[in-house]
């Protein structure tokens, strides 16, 4: 792992990303990493570990994490008398999180992060994984053993992604506890 990148990125990003990549590969490629048409190890390492893998991470994530927003845009849609007190809330949470952040010793934000980046994963590895198992299992038009792999994995990795996300929360709470002032005056 290159040393720009730390253990949360490679949860959040490069983890994903390379779980996709070869899952893609040998879903509907298969004979680029096993048959005739097999790419060296060299080249396809560097195409997977270098290049596809973290940019499909990191467009997996910047997709789940607008996703999110969206989600929590909706219900000001949806229900318009809410739409400034969530405003409010989420105004005043950020400020918070960005300033307890600021506070953190590096222990604490390195436990924070991870925490983060394994819910990400189990989160974007699992929808990835789902997707791509539905796509292959449409794309033949049955179902075979190499797609309920995938598929099975990915919805263990989508179950697991609701206590790891609980995890985080009770750290934010912890958080919030320890840094009192910050969260009660918004940051002001």
């Not at 990493?33 to 997996?60: C, D, H, N, R």
């Not at 997709?63 to 969206?70: D, E, K, P, T, V």
């Not at 609701?162 to 009660?184: C, M, Q, V």
Request: charged fraction near 15%.
């Amino acid at each position: 792992m290159p040393s720009f990148f730390n253990k949360a990125d490679f949860y959040s990003v490069l983890l994903p990303g390379y779980l996709v990549i070869i899952t893609y590969l040998t879903l509907f490629h298969y004979d680029y990493l096993f048959g005739k048409a097999a790419l060296s190890f060299e080249l396809l390492s560097a195409l997977v570990f270098l290049v596809a893998g973290p940019v499909t991470g990191l467009t997996i994530r910047g997709i789940i994490r607008i996703a999110g927003n969206l989600r929590y845009e909706s219900v000001g849609l949806l229900h318009p008398r809410l739409r400034a007190e969530r405003t409010r809330e989420y105004v005043q949470f950020t400020i918070w999180y960005v300033s307890a952040r600021l506070s953190l010793s590096d222990a604490e934000r390195a436990e924070l992060d991870n925490k983060e980046a394994e819910s990400e994963f189990s989160l974007s590895g699992g929808l990835s994984l789902v997707t791509l198992a539905i796509a292959h299992i449409y794309s033949l038009r049955s179902v075979g053993l190499i797609s309920l792999v995938p598929l099975v994995a990915g919805l263990i990795l989508l179950i697991s992604y609701f206590p790891l996300r609980e995890d985080w929360g009770y750290l934010i709470r912890t958080l919030h506890t320890k840094y009192p002032a910050i969260a009660h005056d918004g940051g002001q």
